[in-house]
């Protein structure tokens, strides 16, 4: 009954844009860590964003920091990561999910989506 599901994936060439969506049912927002990770293949999970629980303020990775910003709809539990001026390098499957703190957003989020798979190449 609890989940989130992103959407909004697809190929895009360099330096080009994509926002993609997530919602969560079944668990509210506002009680948890929420944020965006990514995982390419043969890598580790890397924070995309993470959005506090405790000061509200969002923490964004080095490799997309004044690239990517985050959107939250706690009302309607939802969230978004607009995407520009895409790299290569940011080719993944991108999850959104939720945790008691951020630097647990990639150990063990105790909610998570299935991924949406984000490629960018020409």
């Known amino acids: 009954q609890e989940q989130m599901v992103e959407s909004g994936g697809g190929l895009v060439q360099p330096g080009g844009s994509l926002r993609l969506s997530c919602a969560g049912s079944?668990?509210?927002?506002?009680?948890?860590?929420i944020g965006w990770f990514r995982q390419a293949p043969g890598n580790q999970r890397e924070a995309v964003v993470c959005?506090?629980?405790?000061?509200?303020?969002?923490y964004y990775g080095d490799a997309v920091k004044d690239r990517f910003s985050i959107w939250v709809d706690a009302a309607q539990n939802s969230l978004g990561l607009h995407m520009r001026d895409l790299k290569p390098e940011d080719t993944a499957v991108y999850y959104c999910?939720?945790?008691?703190?951020?630097?647990?957003?990639?150990?063990?989020?105790?909610?998570w989506g299935q991924g949406t798979q984000v490629t960018v190449s020409s």
């Open positions: 959005i506090s629980s405790i000061d509200r303020l969002a």
């Open positions: 999910a939720a945790a008691r703190s951020c630097p647990l957003l990639t150990a063990e989020p105790p909610y």
């Open positions: 079944g668990f509210r927002f506002d009680d948890y860590s």
